[in-house]
């Protein structure tokens, strides 16, 4: 299968959300990339004239992804919630560090990966915000805030 068939199932404007649903589905082993991921974080100002980030599917796979999608979107962490908004619709993500700081890339290679090479944050899909450290709701004082 040399010519496999891709599929936008998803697009975004958000460079975080683009790549918690690439995680969720790689995860789940399907076969996806992003398309236009470049020019939208380079120029957020164009992510509207090239329809944003696009999430390719392979074709065969695009039931089962549309899924996972589904059932991610409505994901609540039960434990850690925004500390801008309180909601727990929020997710860690892994965000591949940016090569912009040539002397740490550098650093990394000479002296080995001291330094984490993605940088571990939370993403609010309520208020779209990121965060270093969630709110921690202890098990027992919890409440549904919804
Ligand atoms: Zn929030």
């Known amino acids: 299968m040399s ?4 599929i936008p199932v998803q ?11 690439m995680g969720n ?4 082993h399907i076969n996806c990339w992003l398309k236009d991921e470049y020019t939208v ?8 004239a090239v329809g944003g980030i696009k999430l390719m599917v392979a074709k065969v796979q695009v039931p089962r ?18 500390p801008h908004c309180s909601s727990h619709e929020i997710q860690m993500v892994d965000i591949p560090q940016k090569e912009t700081n040539l002397f740490a890339v550098l650093i ?3 002296f080995g990966n001291k330094t ?10 309520a208020c779209g915000n990121n965060c270093k450290q969630p709110v ?11």
Do not use: R
């Open 65 to 82: 992804a549309v899924e996972i999608l589904k059932q991610a979107a409505g994901n609540k962490h039960p434990h850690y919630a925004c």
């Open 41 to 48: 974080t380079i120029d957020p100002i164009l992510a509207n």
């Open 3 to 6: 010519n496999m068939e891709f």
């Open 108 to 110: 990394n290679k000479l």
């Open 11 to 21: 697009s975004f404007n958000n460079y975080v959300e683009a790549h918690i649903a």
């Open 25 to 28: 589905l790689q995860q789940q």
């Open 116 to 125: 984490k090479a993605a940088e571990q944050i939370w993403h609010c899909f």
């Open 136 to 146: 921690e709701i202890s098990s027992g004082a919890m409440e549904d805030a919804s």
